[in-house]
């Protein structure tokens, strides 16, 4: 299978890397499983109660470790221990996992009890995409960073950095999804993972026969649909702008940030920035399954139309200076335009478009395109931005929550400054609900960052992942590993 990075560190609780956690859902397992159809089966734990805040993990007997050790329920309450100490630094804590979970196994290593300490409405969500890593591990992380240590369907049998990742079956596995096994004769016996960042590159070593999978955005996708590949697919937000609101920022202003938005013809920019492939999104989680179904977006966009931008501006005290440029108390309206170069392949285009409209209702524009590699440290460490095109691919709507609410960088994650005292209050109901019961709460707090132009989601993208010989299912945005069929 190509992928598109290399992955980085391939400590599985170290990274939110695309990439390294593809690669460590064959190395490790979480303590339960999300299915497609959004039911949870069986993982590490054979089943589990609760009651209020306490979730009782009766531990599958069996399971072992790709050395052969033993996986216990004290090595649960050792993974809790790590991830839930700040100093940890996991990025997992916060985003998948609420703070506060404390773990307990039994004396008998049967069952382990983990305590919230504060409501978390999709906590089995979260918990299905947190790896468990073994003994080995947990005692020297640094064996982790290019190697693994974990109970997956594949151990790590080749790493070579920038080049290729090879996992080996171990035909012993016996406790995925639902009990799956990854014995059967056309299950494949490995899976190397090859960095090949071009996707023209992956999509001619596909159509060749010299790589079985591939996930192509680009216009490849056309080729490899009319040659009738096998095909799976999930629905990802790839294009989401935020307006940097910090202090000193123009788009600190609430009328700055409705004008941009104004100015652009939103449909055509999605066009054009998913090559037509893509759709307008209707909330912040259109993944499958999706965790709130419903519309918290298009009501609250306003109607596009320049002249009325130009208005906003003029209204809110910014004028026409002598070169075209708006100016507001000796200010220029300076922006710059910060979108990723990563995907998909209509980015440029489509911030051209962009760049063109902001220019026309008066403001100076600087676009810088950059791969998210380099994006990050910008948005996360210099600050110098004023928007921002990326995309925040979560399953659930409360993995978003320390993003576009509370602390900013440095203390937080809240990159863009938002402070949207509707969206915190709608948060606040929403997460006394479990699950669905707090989905319309979800969805206002989603529509109230819309209609105040703190985030405008404008573009969702099917991400196909085709196959030459193998077939396979997703879970979320991640191939079942023990899914994969090879054909012939």
């Known amino acids: 299978m190509a992928v598109p990075s290399e992955p980085g560190s391939l400590d599985p609780q170290k990274t939110i890397d695309g990439t390294a956690l593809t690669m460590a859902s064959f190395a490790y397992d979480p303590l339960v499983n999300e299915t497609p159809d959004g039911s949870f089966v069986s ?30 329920a004290a090595d649960v309450e050792a993974n809790f221990a790590f991830l839930e100490n700040p100093k940890s630094g996991s990025p997992l804590l916060g985003t998948y ?50 190697g693994a240590d974990g109970t997956g369907p594949y151990k790590l049998t080749k790493a070579v950095t920038g080049d290729e990742y090879t996992y080996t079956r171990r035909t012993e596995y016996a406790w995925g999804p639902n009990g799956a096994r990854v014995d059967a004769a056309d299950q494949p016996s490995k899976v190397s993972f090859k960095v090949v960042a071009d996707q023209a590159t992956q999509a001619n070593l596909l159509m060749a026969g010299s790589i ?32 940097n609101q910090g202090a000193g920022h123009v788009t600190a202003d609430e009328k700055v940030r409705l004008a941009l ?56 005290g910014w004028k026409p200076g002598p070169d075209g440029v708006r100016v507001k108390d000796g200010k220029r309206l300076n922006i710059t335009f910060l979108y990723n170069t990563d995907i998909p392949s209509g980015s440029p285009a489509a911030a051209e478009l962009a760049t063109a409209a902001w220019k026309k209702i008066g403001v100076d524009v600087q676009p810088v395109g950059k791969p998210v590699s380099q994006t990050n440290s910008v948005l996360f460490g210099s600050g110098a931005w004023e928007v921002n095109w990326n995309g925040l691919g979560v399953s659930t709507p409360n993995q978003l929550v320390s993003i576009l609410s509370g602390d900013a960088p440095p203390n937080g994650s809240n990159f863009a400054h938002i402070d949207n005292a509707t969206y915190t209050a709608e ?6 609900s479990s699950g669905a019961a707090g989905c319309s709460n979800w969805l206002a707090a989603e529509t109230a960052l819309v209609r105040d132009s703190d985030v405008v989601p404008f573009a969702n993208m099917p991400w196909p992942t085709f196959g030459k010989n193998a077939t396979f299912k997703f879970s979320g945005s991640y191939i079942v590993p023990t899914s994969i069929r090879l054909t012939k």
């Open 43 to 72: 993982g590490l734990a054979s089943s589990w109660t609760q009651s209020g805040d306490d979730w009782v993990f009766t531990m599958r007997k069996g399971v072992t470790c790709a050395d052969g050790s033993a996986f216990t």
């Open 97 to 146: 996992l609420p703070p506060g979970i404390t773990a307990k196994a039994d004396s008998a290593g049967t069952t382990v009890t983990l305590k919230l300490s504060r409501p978390a409405p999709f906590f089995l969500n979260g918990l299905s995409l947190v790896p468990m890593v073994c003994k080995g591990g947990l005692a020297d992380r640094s064996k982790l960073k290019q």
């Open 212 to 243: 079985n999978a591939a996930s192509v955005s680009s216009s490849d996708v056309q080729r490899l649909s009319a040659a009738k590949l096998f095909s799976a697919s999930y629905l990802t937000p790839i294009g989401e702008m935020f307006f």
């Open 261 to 316: 938005t104004t100015a652009l013809n939103l449909s055509e920019i999605q066009s054009v920035y998913t090559g037509g492939t893509g759709s307008g999104p209707t909330t912040f989680t259109p993944g499958t399954p999706a965790a709130c179904p419903g519309n918290s977006v298009e009501s609250a966009l306003p109607t596009h139309s320049v002249p009325e931008a130009q208005s906003i501006l003029s209204a809110a």
């Open 427 to 432: 948060v606040k109901k929403a997460s006394e």
